[in-house]
DNA sequence: GGCATGTACGAGAGTATATA
DNA sequence: TATATACTCTCGTACATGCC
């Protein structure tokens, strides 16, 4: 049996936006009438439009229980956020929805660490070890790289190789903590080092420096040393 | 023409909801 | 509670397009 995939299609920063914006003010099922609406000049097939509105769900209304409270708070200070800290929040939450997305992530971002530039070929041999040589796993991961484009994380500099976007610096504490929170949940993990989690390769379009005062007053979040210089960070209790 | 890539469609399994 | 029905989700694959 191989591993589900799932995320197929190309997503769009305004369609995840709208998603957003929509999502406290609807029930599910309203949702998914709110959104063929809203998809209906951009994507034509019924049923492509039906497999983008259930990737939207999937990433921003069905999240998982543990990750609600956080992506609550952010939808209250949605309006408010930059683009940059949207694209974070965006980013964090289709890692958390779809594995496959996340193991590209990962994948791009290990590589990242190594060399300037990456070719889609590396990635799609992974991903083809990793979930099986099948044609579904080829139209994924060139839905992810048509999303990660599309959001100017990554871009080509030939037919198939790819560079990194200038890193994108976060420095609200609030975003930080969903960072966080969202690397703990993916990683199935309660308490993480801070270096591990400042340089984790899941984040790499990101360069995020934990402001640990402000972190330590959300009350989310304990720390203590393991040995002189590690410093860990582990989730409360809730 | 052959190949790679993006998009669309139909099928089937799984899940949620309504109704008796 | 059991069953029927509707809906959601994922998949394989067909088709269209562009490039070599």
């Not at 543990?66 to 694209?87: A, G, V, Y």
Request: aromatic residues 10%; proline residues 3%.
């Amino acid at each position: 049996m191989s591993k589900p995939v799932g995320f197929d299609q190309k997503v769009l920063l305004n369609h995840l936006d709208y998603t957003a914006n929509q999502t406290k003010k609807h029930s599910r099922k309203e949702m998914y009438t709110v959104l063929d609406n809203y998809l209906r000049d951009d994507i034509t097939g019924v049923k492509s439009r039906k497999n983008a509105i259930t990737m939207l769900m999937k990433i921003w209304y069905r999240v998982d229980d543990e990750l609600k409270p956080i992506r609550d708070e952010i939808l209250e200070e949605f309006s408010q956020l930059t683009n940059e800290e949207r694209l974070l929040v965006h980013w964090g939450l289709t890692i958390a929805a779809y594995p496959f997305f996340k193991d590209v992530s990962n994948e791009f971002g290990r590589l990242f660490q190594l060399q300037d530039e990456v070719s889609s070929k590396a990635i799609n041999n992974r991903m083809k070890e990793a979930y099986g040589d099948r044609r579904r796993v080829e139209v994924a991961t060139s839905a992810v790289l048509g999303s990660m484009k599309a959001w100017n994380i990554i871009q080509p500099v030939s037919k198939s190789i790819y560079t990194i976007s200038e890193k994108i610096i976060i420095t609200s504490s609030l975003i930080q903590s969903f960072f966080v929170q969202i690397l703990l949940n993916v990683l199935d993990s309660d308490a993480l080092h801070v270096d591990l989690i400042e340089n984790h390769p899941l984040f790499f379009p990101f360069n995020c420096e934990l402001n640990i005062t402000e972190l330590r007053e959300r009350k989310s979040f304990s720390f203590y040393r393991q040995g002189v210089k590690d410093l860990v960070i582990e989730r409360n209790p809730i």
